[in-house]
């Protein structure tokens, strides 16, 4: 399991490289996901702007996987990628963390190593750093603020290699017994 388990983290790893090259940002850095696969409510489209808009204050690299008619343009620091099957695929490969909504795949997600911040699901469990528990990072309201909230907690988590592998590796785990 080991083995697998670090070919696995290694494939990631090339992944994210490998994107970072194609679009010039540090691979180094946390790469957020956010996969909008559905139309946005006027509501929603603010709310996840405002989010993207706090994502230029913080060590993280963007990308927007959409076939929404979300505008980002005014948005420097985030990548949008036209949806598509291979634009998904190539995503998910290489993402550390997404925003996730009710209509994403987030078991999908977690299959592949990417560690979800969502209101809460069945499939996820709030991560508790003092327990070493959980596979993901709930948000609790409604507002951009809670979201930003929870991706920060992330962020914070994702510099401590052991702990996020464990996340990860707890991640996948859910899903398979889930």
Not at 18 to 35: R, T
Not at 135 to 145: C, K, P, Q, T, V
């Amino acid at each position: 399991m080991q083995e697998e388990e670090t070919n696995f983290l290694k494939k990631k790893i090339e992944a994210k490289r490998d994107l970072a090259k194609k679009f010039s940002f540090s691979a180094k850095k946390p790469l957020l996901g956010v996969f909008l696969d559905h139309e946005l409510s006027k509501k929603d489209e603010e709310k996840i702007k405002s989010v993207l808009e706090g994502t230029a204050n913080i060590d993280v690299e963007v990308i927007v996987l959409s076939e929404s008619n979300l505008d980002i343009s005014s948005l420097p620091h985030t990548i949008f990628l036209p949806y598509g099957r291979i634009n998904r695929q190539t995503l998910l490969d290489a993402v550390d963390i997404a925003i996730s909504f009710p209509f994403n795949d987030v078991e999908e997600m977690l299959l592949h190593g990417v560690i979800p911040v969502c209101k809460h699901r069945p499939e996820v469990k709030n991560y508790n750093p003092n327990h070493e528990t959980g596979n993901g990072f709930i948000y609790r309201g409604e507002s951009a603020w809670s979201i930003f909230a929870a991706l920060v907690r992330a962020l914070e988590t994702f510099k401590f290699p052991y702990d996020w592998k464990h996340i990860v590796r707890h991640g996948m785990e859910s899903v398979k017994s889930f």
